[in-house]
């Protein structure tokens, strides 16, 4: 079993900074990338920012420069730090991973639970 968490949601005000963690637990060979997306009522969710298994990043263009993603290998965690937020960034935050555990030759796709990121004056 493999299992994302997130966490560092919450409410901030506009221009203030949010720390995102989604660690990765379980059964677990190698992560191949690891991403963060968003998602709010009606729309479909989007891709925010990934970073590879070499350590690539890649960035939608709303976010950048603003945004940052960087991982951890030892501890199997992704984390995005969220600078100069605007109300626009307000979502749900998913972490995805690309995971493959002992054994099994083709990587899995995982989600995590989600994570409420409110930006508001």
């Known amino acids: 079993q493999v299992q994302l968490v997130e966490s560092g949601g919450g409410l901030v005000q506009p221009g203030g900074s949010l720390r995102l963690s989604c660690a990765a637990s379980?059964?677990?060979?190698?992560?191949?990338?690891m991403a963060w997306y968003r998602q709010t009522p009606g729309k479909q969710r989007e891709l925010v920012a990934l970073?590879?298994?070499?350590?690539?990043?890649n960035y939608a263009d709303s976010v950048e420069g603003r945004f940052t993603i960087s991982r951890d290998n030892a501890k199997n965690t992704a984390y995005l730090q969220m600078n100069s937020l605007k109300p626009e960034d307000t979502a749900v935050y998913y972490c995805?991973?690309?995971?493959?555990?002992?054994?099994?030759?083709?990587?899995?796709?995982?989600w995590g639970q989600g994570t409420q990121v409110t930006v508001s004056s």
């Open positions: 379980g059964s677990i060979k190698n992560i191949y990338a």
């Open positions: 970073i590879s298994g070499a350590a690539s990043t």
């Open positions: 995805n991973a690309v995971i493959a555990p002992p054994g099994q030759r083709v990587p899995d796709r995982y």
